[in-house]
Nanobody, 115 residues
Framework: QVQLVESGGGLVQPGGSLRLSCAAS????????VGWYRQAPGKQRELVAV???????NYPDSVAGRFTISRDNTKKLVYLQMNSLKPEDTAVYYC?????????WGQGTQVTVSS
C-alpha cells in the first residue's frame, strides 16, 4: 500500500519560515519524481515545486528564490523549505509522487501565514 504522509505545517508570521516533510512508503522512491502542490480556498491546485528522480528541480515564479525542494532517497523523504513566507502562501500543501502513469498523493498539511 502506497502512502505519502506530510508533516510540518502550521501557523507562521509573514516573513517567517517553515519546512514541510513528506514520508513515502510502498514505492521505490528513488524512481519517482516527487513534489508539492498547494490549494488555497476557492482556488485551483497549483504546483509549488518538483524534484525529479535525477535531482532536477522546478519552481513557479511565485515561489522561486523563496522555496527549496530536496529529497533523501535513503529515508524516502521529500522536503519543502519555505522562507520569506507571505499571506498568499496560505494553503493546504500536498505531497505527490509520479512515475509514468502512476501518481500518488498525500492528505495535505495546512500552512497559514498570518500576523
Amino acid at each position: 500500500q502506497v502512502q505519502l504522509v506530510e508533516s510540518g505545517g502550521g501557523l507562521v508570521q509573514p516573513g517567517g519560515s517553515l519546512r514541510l516533510s513528506c514520508a513515502a512508503s510502498g514505492i521505490i522512491f528513488s524512481m519517482y519524481d516527487v513534489g508539492w502542490y498547494r490549494q488555497a480556498p476557492g482556488k485551483q491546485r497549483e504546483l509549488v515545486a518538483v524534484i525529479s528522480s535525477d535531482g532536477g528541480t522546478n519552481y513557479p515564479d511565485s515561489v522561486a528564490g523563496r522555496f527549496t525542494i530536496s529529497r533523501d532517497n535513503t529515508k524516502k523523504l521529500v522536503y519543502l523549505q519555505m522562507n520569506s513566507l507571505k499571506p498568499e502562501d496560505t494553503a493546504v500543501y500536498y505531497c505527490y509522487s509520479q512515475r509514468a502513469r502512476l501518481s500518488y498523493w498525500g492528505q495535505g498539511t495546512q500552512v497559514t501565514v498570518s500576523s
